[in-house]
């Protein structure tokens, strides 16, 4: 009778690495999340900006604060992950600009994640202003006053960077329903763990 080596991984087991079948389970889990967490930051952020100022919005802005420059520690092992794995094998045979498309918009996604807590964290600063999680100090107050220069640059940054990550994801999400769909590969499905030929 064969003998079965119980070490190796069975089919449904997640490979340590990134595979073109199947890919490991700390990617899938860190895109979610990470998803999770910045669809989430983004929709806050915009229900900010319609705000009236006052107490409440002001409560309300040390939540965004806070749960900001959480994801950012998210982030930082996102990317370290990805950078150690590489990018991802495409599946099927899709055109050279869909192929291009599809990099660049995953490297403007990572980019984004990055960007909105550095430049949150500048607009921040620039106004004079510390930066508490939950009450516990993270970023003291670097600035003895407001400095409309630096204030103005992270503003503006963290609002253009926003509107611009919410186009790419439009056409991100169609992408990877259009994949599912039409084209009926694995791209989808692989990115929710699932083994695919
Ligand atoms: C409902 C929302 C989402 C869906 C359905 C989705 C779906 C997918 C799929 C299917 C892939 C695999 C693409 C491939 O194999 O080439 C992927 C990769 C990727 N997604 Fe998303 N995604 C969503 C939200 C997000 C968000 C909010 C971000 C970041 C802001 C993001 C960033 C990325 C990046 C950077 C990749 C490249 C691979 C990686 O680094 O994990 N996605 N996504
Ligand atoms: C994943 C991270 C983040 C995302 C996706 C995000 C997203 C947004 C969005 C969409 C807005 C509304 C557009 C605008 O007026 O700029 C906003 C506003 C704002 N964000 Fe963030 N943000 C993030 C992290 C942070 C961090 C770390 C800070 C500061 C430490 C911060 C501070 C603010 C402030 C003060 C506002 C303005 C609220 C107002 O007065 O209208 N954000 N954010």
């Known amino acids: 009778m064969p003998r079965h080596d119980i070490t190796a991984p069975g089919p449904a087991a997640s490979p340590k690495r990134d595979t073109r079948e199947k890919l490991a389970r ?3 889990v860190l895109h979610w999340l990470v998803a999770i967490a910045m669809i989430g930051m983004l929709a806050f952020g915009l229900y900010l900006s319609q705000m009236e100022r006052g107490d409440a919005k002001s409560a309300l802005v040390q939540v965004h604060k806070s749960f900001g420059s959480l994801v950012l520690f ?18 099927g045979n899709h055109p050279r600009w869909e192929q291009i498309t599809a990099k660049a918009s995953h490297h403007f996604l990572l980019f984004a994640t990055i960007a909105m ?16 999680i939950f009450g516990f100090p993270f970023i003291p107050q670097l600035l003895a006053e407001r400095n409309d220069t630096i204030s103005a640059i992270g503003s ?13 994801l439009a056409i991100h999400v169609t992408a990877a329903f259009k994949h599912h769909v039409i084209d009926r590969d694995g791209t989808l499905r692989r990115m929710l763990g699932a083994r695919v030929a």
């Open 117 to 132: 807590p550095l430049t949150g964290f500048i607009r921040s600063i620039g106004r004079g202003r510390s930066i508490d």
């Open 156 to 168: 503006t940054a963290h609002e253009v960077i926003a509107y611009a990550t919410l186009a790419v």
């Open 26 to 28: 700390a990617s899938v």
């Open 74 to 91: 998210l982030v930082m092992a996102r990317i370290w992950w990805r950078v150690r794995q590489g990018a991802l094998a495409p599946i």
